[in-house]
Structure formats: C-alpha cells, structure tokens
C-alpha cells in the first residue's frame, strides 16, 4: 500500500514478546531500529497510537510509552494536532550506519594506542605462548576453598576499601619479600597494582617531569618503552646497552648520567635471561645515589631460579632508591591481575594517588583470598612445587627444540630461571615473519627484535615452556622447525 500523509503504514515492527521485558521498550527500540534502517523516513507521520497498539494488539498506553520516549530522545517530534512524526531533524544527520561507514580521523595518541592492542595481543595457550600457568600443579583447589572460606566474611562484597590495597595482603606480601626475596619493607610501603604493568605506568607517572631521560635495558620488555612512547618521552628513552652481565651501567653514564629513572630487571634480565652481576649492581647504586635518582626494579619470575637460590632483590641493597615490583601473573595466575610496589617511604602517598586516579583500587574479594594463601603457607608450598615442574617442562623443552631444529638454524640462549627461552635465529630469518607464520600454523611465537632499540636488532623467538603436554610440545617444536626450513630455502 502507497504512503500517503493522511493515512500512515503502519511500520513493521517485528514480533515483541511479552516475557522479553517491558513491551513499551522493545517497541521504542523496534522503531529505534526502523529509522536507522531508514525504513522510517525524517518528517514521516506515524500511524495514531490507537492504529499502531491495535495492529500490535498492545495496550494504546504501551504505544504513548513509546512515542514518548523516542520524542524525548528527539527520534520523533510530536506537534498538537499534528500528530507524531519522525523527527526533520534526522535529515541532516547521518544514520547510524552512515557514520560508522565514515572513516574517523583519529588523534596520535589514539592511533598509537590502537598499535599497543595489536602489538600485546594474548596468544593462546598454545606451545609456546609465555605464562601459561602450570596446569594441574597449580593451587586450583585451595583457591577455591579459601574463597569459599572467606565469601561470608572478609571477601564478602563491602563498601569502599583502602586504596594501598587490604592490609591483610600487604601484611603478607611484606612478611613474604623480607624472608625470600631480601627485600627491606613494612607493610605500610605496599600498594597493591594490578600487576607488574600497572606498576611500571604508576612510576612514569610519578617519578618523571615531562624533559626527564629515562634509562631502560636494550633490549627490554616491550610494557616499558611502549608507555614512554605513549607518554612522550620516546625521545628522552635512553637504550642502555646489555651484554652477559646485565645493563651495561658504564655505557648508560657515557650516553646520558643525568637520567631520572632507570628501569632494570635485575634478576633474570627481560628478555635475555641473564642477571646483573654485583659489580653492575654496585655500579647502577652508586650512580643513582650521586645523581639522586630512582631504580624501578621488574622484579617478575626471579621465584622460578632452577639452579642455586634465586638472586636477592637490588632493593634489599638501596631501599631508600629503588622502586620494587612483584607480580602473581607468573607464579601463579596472570588473570588475577594482582601484583604490588614496594615504594621508598618518601613516595608512599604519591604512588596510592596515582593509583587513585587509575581505578582506585583492584577488587578487593581475591585480596583477601591472596592474603589467607600466603599467610597459611600455601605460597611457598606452591613455589616449590611449580619450580619441580617448571625445571621439568625447561629441559623436556630445550631437548625437544634441539631435537628438531637444526643447530645452523636457530640456537637457544643460555638462562638458569623464569617461564621462557630466547631462541636465536640465523640471519635471513625475520622474527617477525616467523611469528606471523608460527601463528597461522597454530604455534604462539613472540619475536624479539622489536624489544631491541636499534634498526639492526638481531632476530630470535621468546619461547614459553609453562604448562603445556609433551605431546603439544613436540608437535608445536616440529612445525616450528618445519617453518624455520621453509623460509630458509
Ligand atoms: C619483564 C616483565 N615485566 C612485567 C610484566 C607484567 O606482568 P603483569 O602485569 O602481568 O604483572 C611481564 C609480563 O610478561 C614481564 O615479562
């Protein structure tokens, strides 16, 4: 039937369904739908509310209901004796749909934000993504029973807790680091984060003036200088060279001595491998302090050391300098998202206001648990398990890797700790191309070459060995060599 002014179609609307909310809603939303589809034209009269609730076999109330919120919402405009149409207005507009089409200009920041999703995409939890818990080994059991223990009570939802994090936890995580990680600490100079990262952003935050340099380790983890880069400073990052000791401190005094911070990681460098021998450790020190300036140390899997005791914290030495940060992703779940500062007192307040300003503060249910987990020792019996089983996965790993994989192809750098392995390639192997097809064919492969600062970054593979089945394992380690072979002819 032709349109015509006098005598309005009645649009369609669809079915609503009675036990799918309010009626007066589905069908504000159906007709909602009918203008961007534009099946409902701007200045279009609508049918009288009697029509349309007659058509739809609804009450004329649930129409009125309807037209009233879509007046409201400026979709329709409704003059006295006029009648209800589709508002002009909507002529000019785009729809909806138009302005999706419409390519949105965006500005730098965002467009680099939008490269970091890309760059820290999760890989599945395939061999050999990095951190992927220990599979049966892990505490799932207690976990659960601790929470289900503390629902009722402490992690019980509440109002508004402690930014710095439950007390409790801090109490835990303080009585933990003095006994096995050497560092110096009270309970009142930890700020819970939601991990590691969340530490690393806080710092930048509040450790640095907009002409500040920075010092971080060439090559290094990729969730520091993509903040810097994201803040600005990208051309006061200074890429202090490492060698088979660590941060190259000399080097780092001869490119920049007056650097603000320097972010390390000193007890298994990220992604090499190796420590920062006590010579670079006393040398780093005894630069911050003349210069006054501030270590941030990523202290992230030094739990995880399979030869010998793990490396004391750096903090231990200079408590009054450094910037300590742990983390749970790796020890025990990256989902928790629960890690924690240990901040010089001097910087206390200013960290838990930055940290106000993010979110706050995590969720504080699995705080609690987290804390009844480490004061009932379920922590360290945990670390000492999962080590057992991470040393295990470590050498079922290297064997298979040189199993398959030709020793002039790639070869693995040697470490005694952590969740994963740097294999190195041979030249005319682009790391990047062999993630990009590791990835097609089912294998979670990280390049290295883009933690490096330079152009001619040498080219190599992070390889996770936590959690995985040997079968998965030798099965990922054939194609991988397969891959290897393929770009190499
Ligand atoms: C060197 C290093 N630092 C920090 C982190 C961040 O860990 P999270 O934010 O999960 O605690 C990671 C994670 O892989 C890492 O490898």
Partial sequence: MPRTAQVPEI??????????GPLSRQLAQAMRDAVARGELKPSEPLPSTRALAEALGVSRGTVVEAFDQLVAEGIFSAQQGAGTRVAAALD?????????????????????????????????????????????????????????????GDAAPAGYSE???????????ADYLRRSRSVHCEPH???????????????????????????????AYRGITAILESIGSQDRIVHVPVDEEGMDVAAGVGMDAHARVAFVTPSHQFPLGMPLSMGRRRALLAWAKTNQSWIVEDDYDSELRYAGHPFPALQGLAPEQVIYLGTFSKILYPSLRLGYAVVPDALVDAYVGARILIDRYPPTADQHVLAAFIKEGHLDRHIRRVRGVHAERRTFVIETLQRFIAPDLAWLQPSDQGMHLVLWLADGLDDREVAAVGRE????????????????????LVLGFGGFED?????????????LKNLTK
Avoid: H
């Fill in 11 to 20: 649009p369609f609307i669809g079915t609503l369904q009675r036990d799918a």
């Fill in 92 to 152: 000019r507009s785009p729809s909806p749909r138009q302005r999706e089409r419409k390519t949105v200009k965006l500005p730098t920041k965002a467009k680099a934000f939008a490269n970091i999703t890309k760059e820290f995409a999760a890989l599945p939890p395939v061999p050999f993504a990095v951190s992927v818990p220990a599979g049966a080994a892990g505490p799932n059991e207690v976990w659960r029973k601790l929470g289900n223990r503390l629902r009722g």
């Fill in 163 to 173: 930014p710095q994090g439950v007390l409790a936890l801090r109490e835990a995580i």
């Fill in 189 to 219: 100079q930890v700020v819970i984060t939601t991990g590691t990262q969340q530490g690393l952003f806080l710092s930048c935050q509040v450790l640095l003036e907009d002409s500040d340099a920075v010092w971080v380790e060439d090559p």
């Fill in 441 to 460: 064919a089912g294998v979670a492969l990280r390049p290295v070459s883009p933690m490096y600062a330079g152009r001619k970054a040498p080219s190599g």
């Fill in 471 to 483: 079968k998965a394992i030798e099965q990922a380690a054939r194609k991988l060599a397969e891959i």
